[in-house]
């Protein structure tokens, strides 16, 4: 997938899933992070719940590995799994940055829940059962 495609993607679903997510009153910022930085990650999100803005960055299709990680990995799915990273916060999952075995096993846990939900709203979002 080119980058260009990834733009287009991302401007219109950003703010529809937004909307669907009840996150209407959130300020979204979206920047894409170069695939020399963490190539191994396809985004990732800031939330600052005081402002009611996140940051939300993804992976810039601008390397043939990036391009091909876009492929296998559906872009708004991505892009909802980022979104939902939101509403997971407020259970204080990954909300500071202190390590514990306790609070890995949740973000781990929470990964999984995100993954899971992402994939089965987007597919219900096309028309698949
Ligand atoms: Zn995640």
Same mark, same amino acid.
Request: glycine share 4%; proline share 4%; aromatic share 12%.
């Given at each position: 997938m080119t980058h260009a495609k990834l733009r287009t993607i991302t401007r219109r679903w950003v703010p529809w899933w937004r909307d669907?997510?009840?996150?209407?009153?959130?300020?979204?910022? +979206? !920047?894409?992070?170069?695939? =020399? !930085?963490d190539s191994e990650k396809m985004g990732s999100c800031e939330p600052d719940y005081a402002h009611r803005t996140a940051k939300v960055r993804l992976l810039a299709a601008t390397t043939p590995m990036a391009q091909q990680a876009w492929d296998k990995h559906a872009p708004e799915e991505v892009i909802v799994h980022e979104l939902l990273h939101i509403h997971f916060g407020t259970f204080g999952v990954g909300l500071n940055g202190h390590y514990s075995p306790g609070k890995l096993s949740k973000a781990v846990q929470a !990964?999984? +829940?995100? =993954?899971?939900l992402a994939t089965c709203l987007v597919a219900r979002r096309r028309g698949k059962r």
């Open positions: 669907k997510l009840g996150l209407r009153d959130w300020h979204l910022d +979206v !920047e894409y992070f170069d695939p =020399n !930085e !990964e999984s +829940v995100i =993954n899971a």
